[in-house]
């Protein structure tokens, strides 16, 4: 993550990018569970101008996390408290990728994330 960022800075865009696909293909999602973190490539294929992969990443991230609290929100009321620290997790993913999509003007990534938001509402 940190040299996909640091590539970028540098203006080595497509370098940046490489390295991105090179983490995904020897770390697939199927292997290695995406987290948070992956937020992180989100920006630097942004930052390079790799747009449609960046959505790609993100629409995967949101699929992910919609699913957990879809999951979480199902559960019985007496626990759900376990599971509040992956819910919040969750919802600052929503944030950070919805500030991601505004600064890099990705209007579906950022309206799929409003979509949702709103679906949840009174549930956070």
Known sequence: MRLAGS??????NEQAIKVCD???QI???NKVHYDYYMVQFV???YKAG???KGNKLA????QIY???VDYISALDPKFRGNYDDDKNMAFSLFDYLKQLAGQYNQAAISGRIDKYLDSQKGMK
Do not use: R
Not at 59 to 62: E, G, I, P, T, V
């Open 27 to 29: 770390f697939p999602d």
């Open 66 to 68: 919609e699913q957990n």
């Open 22 to 24: 090179y983490v995904q």
């Open 7 to 12: 590539l970028t800075a540098e203006g080595k």
């Open 43 to 45: 920006d630097s294929y």
């Open 59 to 62: 629409n995967k991230l949101l």
């Open 50 to 52: 790799a747009f449609e």
